[in-house]
């Protein structure tokens, strides 16, 4: 049974930082590509980041570029795979979603395994 499973969400005011992380299990995803996408109220879910398998390439959105950084761990039976978040806005505000799928370009748009998601809300 694929699970992603999120943690490290919560409320922080801005100009602080967070970390999320997702657990993932189920499947080889030491050889997935892996990520993380968000969804504020009333508003599209939005890629945010996605990670290769081997952690060497990383893609990252505009709005988020410069303040957040993807990693991973490969090393355990459970992959993980991080989001640091730092100088959070309050436009950062939002339910975060752990993603994988095998392909580099498809998990920016249409990934095929999602976790439940994780809330983040960033206070002015």
């Known amino acids: 049974q694929v699970q992603l499973v999120e943690s490290g969400g919560g409320l922080v005011q801005a100009g602080g930082s967070l970390r999320l992380s997702c657990a993932a299990s189920?499947?080889?995803?030491?050889?997935?590509?892996m990520g993380w996408f968000r969804q504020a109220p009333g508003k599209e879910r939005e890629f945010v980041a996605a990670?290769?398998?081997?952690?060497?390439?990383?893609?990252?959105a505009d709005s988020v570029k410069g303040r957040f950084t993807i990693s991973r761990d490969n090393s355990k039976n459970t992959v993980t795979v991080y989001l640091q978040m730092n100088s959070l806005k309050p436009e950062d505000s939002a339910l975060y979603y752990c993603?994988?799928?095998?392909?580099?370009?498809?998990?920016?748009?249409?990934?095929?395994?999602w976790g439940q998601g994780t809330q983040v809300t960033v206070s002015s």
């Open positions: 189920g499947r080889t995803f030491s050889s997935y590509v």
């Open positions: 990670i290769s398998w081997s952690g060497g390439r990383t893609y990252y």
């Open positions: 993603i994988a799928d095998q392909s580099f370009g498809v998990v920016r748009t249409t990934p095929k395994y």
